[in-house]
């Protein structure tokens, strides 16, 4: 594949994988174009777990689903992310970030502005609502074939400071490189980000996956070989909106145009 189609055609793959292990010579593939990432100081300063047990993946699914449900509950996901959610094409035209809510049950639809904010949360855990998607997201979890999870060392990752900050920067380079050879490969991958926002879950995962104590994990991706016959989830969006050259860049100050 061409980079710049792979650049392109590279999204979050929001629905199940196909029903097919991941071969040991693409996990690898993954990995070798990893580690030719840059790094400050060529550090490298990353370590990665590809997990394929179905016994450890289904624990993750297990604890991702709960977090989903805890955050939804307590409110925190509406009040964090209310402000991300598009729910008409025109919506998502004007602004051209955040992502669109277009695909939901009839019955829901004239309701959706109410049930995406922090009132309509409140009526939605009422409903048990979050239960459903947390139950979703753990069913989606659990079926794929490859958890990547990417940590770095403490002696780099310290936040707040400089090498903290170049850190980040270079597991950045990681993760879309992950992403490139995926789509270049008929793979794709969805960020595992709920239970990294409630410390307990995040600690219970990585004391499962034996992380050690100089090493902070920082994402979790699940991936698969994408099967585009596969129907989307029973909630949906989708977020391939981008803001214009104009939009985005200036021409030697900022607000100069480019
Ligand atoms: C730091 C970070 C965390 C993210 N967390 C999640 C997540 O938990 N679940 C998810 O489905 N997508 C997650 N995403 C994916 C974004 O929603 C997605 O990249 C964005 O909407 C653009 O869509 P695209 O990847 O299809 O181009 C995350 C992306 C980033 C960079």
Known sequence: MDLFDAIVNRKTTNTRFADKKVTAEHIELL??????????????????????????????????????????????????????????????EKTKDGIHIDHLPAVLKPFVKTIFSEKGGKVMAKFKVPRILGNDEE????SSPLLFIISLTKDEYKPGELSGF??????????????????????????????????EKWREISSMLNIP?????????????????????????????RKGVSDLAFRDVWGKEI
């Open 31 to 92: 990995i070798k174009m990893a580690s030719h990432c840059p790094s400050h100081f060529n550090s490298q300063p990353w370590r990665f777990i590809a997990v394929t047990d179905e016994k450890i993946i289904g624990k993750i699914a297990k604890i991702a689903g709960d977090s989903m449900v805890q955050l939804m509950e307590d409110g925190r996901f509406w009040r964090q992310y209310r402000k991300y959610f598009r729910f008409s094409e025109e919506e998502i």
């Open 139 to 142: 069913k989606l979890v659990a």
């Open 166 to 199: 170049y850190s980040v920067i270079s597991m950045g380079a990681v993760i879309q490189t992950l992403w490139l050879v995926t789509t270049a490969i008929g793979m794709g991958m969805q960020f595992i980000s709920t239970p990294g926002e409630i410390s």
């Open 213 to 241: 104590s100089d090493y902070e994990m920082c994402t979790i991706f699940r991936m698969g070989y994408v099967d585009p016959k596969i129907k989307r989830p029973t909630i949906d969006w989708k977020s391939s909106q």
